[in-house]
C-alpha cells in the first residue's frame, strides 16, 4: 500500500517523537478512523478530548498504527511509517472511552440538561451512522449540514455502517463525523435505522423539526 494514500499527509521526517510516561510507555487516546478507501487504528497522541483535538483541524501525531482498506479485502497490517494524520482526511473516527474527560453522573447531567437529544442516521458516503446527537435548544439536525467552526460532531451509542458491513464495534460510544463530508440527515427511530412510522390520522397541533425543513 503506497504511503501517501492521505491527501494532506505530512511526511516522516516532520513528525516528533512519541510522547511517553517516565516508564518508558507510550500514552494516548486509541482511535479508528475512516477516510475514504481506508482504515487505520491506534493511537493519537494528544490530551483531553478526541474531539476538541481533531476540531483543532491540524496533523495529529498517531503511533502504534496498523491500516487497511476500508472494506477489508485485505487484512490490517503495520504501518510504521504513517506518523501523522491530517483531521480534513478522515470522514468518520470512532472514538472510546478513553477519548472521553472524566465527569461525574451530575456532571453528565447538568451537562446534557441544556441540549436536546435526537436519534438520527446521518450519511457521510461511503458511509452511515447511527445514533444520538445532542443540540443546543433551537438546534435541528439539518442544522448539521450548515457551516460551523466544528469540524467534527460527536454521535453517541452509535454504529457505522458501509453498505450492510458494520464498521468498527456494535455500539461505540461516540462516533465523531466530520460534518464536510456530510451528504444527509434524517431523524430515524435507533431499533431499526429507518424513519419513524407516521401514525394514522391528523397530528394533534405542534410542529416538529421535519414540518419545518
Known sequence: ???????RKKGPESASTPAATPGGRVTGIAFDGLTEDWRLIGRMMVEGRLSDALNKREPIEIVDVQWGPVDGSEPMVAAPGLKTVDPYDLVVVIAGEDSLPEMTEDGKAAHRVHKVSYEVAIEVPPYRVIGTVYLHPGSEPDSLLSRSSEM?????????TMGDRRVGPETATAVLVNRQYMRGVEQVDLRTGERHEKLPGAPL????????A
Open 205 to 212: 397541533g405542534g410542529t416538529n423539526w421535519t414540518d419545518r
Open 152 to 160: 467534527f460532531v460527536p454521535i453517541v451509542d452509535a454504529t457505522a
Open 1 to 7: 500500500m503506497p504511503f501517501d494514500f492521505l491527501r
